[in-house]
């Protein structure tokens, strides 16, 4: 309880100061850091970018002994659609350059490192879905 109002403060916070679109997206991926948390991943990462800043992973957790890299989508309605359908071809090579680059710095071998996607609808209260090697 204490975690959700504090999260709704942070999310007040930035609505004040940033654009609202980047506000939602932030609110998302706390909700999904906290929902990935209760499903017992280990968070070791936020908004991880490559050092040339060509590409970037909302979270990065392990999953027990797999390393796992998260793209999460955000989304007041679905008026254009679920959320996971946001995640094309290009957003996956982006995702799988970080992969390799952080598996590579933690000496994780790539056959345990995998792909989630972590949809959030915005409503009361809050959908979140987990999809798992996408």
Same mark, same amino acid.
Request: proline share 4%; aromatic share 8%; glycine share 6%.
């Given at each position: 309880?204490?975690? @959700?109002?504090? $999260?709704?403060?942070?999310?007040?916070?930035? #609505? /004040?100061?940033? *654009? !609202?679109?980047?506000?939602?997206? /932030?609110?998302?991926?706390?909700?999904?850091?906290?929902? #990935? /948390?209760?499903?017992?991943?280990?968070? =070791?990462?936020? *908004?991880?970018?490559?050092?040339?800043?060509?590409?970037?992973? $909302? #979270?990065?957790?392990?999953?027990? $002994? @797999?390393? =796992?890299?998260?793209?999460?989508?955000?989304?007041?309605?679905?008026?254009?659609? !679920? %959320?996971?359908?946001? &995640?094309?071809?290009?957003?996956?090579?982006?995702?799988?350059?970080?992969?390799?680059?952080?598996?590579?710095? @933690? $000496?994780? %071998?790539?056959? /345990?490192?995998?792909?989630? &996607?972590?949809? &959030?609808?915005?409503? @009361? %209260? !809050?959908?979140?879905?987990?999809?798992? *090697?996408?």
């Amino acid at each position: 309880m204490i975690a @959700t109002f504090a $999260d709704w403060v942070r999310h007040r916070i930035r #609505l /004040r100061r940033w *654009n !609202p679109d980047l506000a939602l997206g /932030r609110r998302g991926e706390d909700l999904a850091h906290r929902f #990935l /948390r209760g499903h017992g991943y280990t968070i =070791v990462a936020r *908004n991880y970018r490559l050092a040339s800043g060509e590409a970037e992973a $909302d #979270l990065i957790a392990w999953d027990r $002994d @797999t390393l =796992v890299v998260v793209e999460v989508k955000t989304r007041r309605s679905d008026q254009f659609g !679920p %959320p996971d359908r946001a &995640v094309g071809e290009e957003k996956l090579s982006h995702l799988r350059r970080v992969a390799r680059a952080y598996a590579h710095k @933690t $000496d994780t %071998p790539w056959e /345990r490192v995998r792909f989630d &996607v972590v949809t &959030v609808m915005m409503g @009361t %209260p !809050p959908k979140v879905e987990l999809f798992r *090697n996408v």
